[in-house]
Nanobody, 122 residues
Framework: QVQLVESGGGLVQAGGSLRLSCAASGRTFSNYGTGWFRQAPGKEREFVAVISRSGGATDYADSVKGRFTISRDNAKYTVYVQMNSLKLEDSAVYYC???????????????WGQGTQVTVSS
């Protein structure tokens, strides 16, 4: 069992930056690929980024590639996503998720956090 808690969301102006954190309980965290997803009102949950168990492999949605960077510190049981050059369309609730593979679909994950709100203003 893995419990995930996101933090770091907030209100930021377009062009600004935020760093989200996903803190995990359980010493088996390094056994899981971890992804970030987001969901805006009225839209489906969409893939943002994923990182492998070791941190050696990453993948990003085209919409965030070059602006977002995912990383992990297994010693601290934490995964991060650094979000730069934020755009209005990045506004959403951001969720982290853990699963056995480095999936880009929500169905590939077994554990989810509660989410953290990111609002980008003009």
């Amino acid at each position: 069992q893995v419990q995930l808690v996101e933090s770091g969301g907030g209100l930021v102006q377009a062009g600004g930056s935020l760093r989200l954190s996903c803190a995990a309980s359980g010493r088996t965290f390094s056994n899981y690929g971890t992804g970030w997803f987001r969901q805006a009102p009225g839209k489906e949950r969409e893939f943002v980024a994923v990182i492998s168990r070791s941190g050696g492999a990453t993948d990003y949605a085209d919409s965030v590639k070059g602006r977002f960077t995912i990383s992990r510190d297994n010693a601290k049981y934490t995964v991060y996503v650094q979000m730069n050059s934020l755009k209005l369309e990045d506004s959403a609730v951001y969720y982290c998720a853990a699963g056995p593979l480095e999936a880009t679909m929500p169905s590939g994950y077994d554990y989810w956090g509660q989410g953290t709100q990111v609002t980008v203003s003009s």
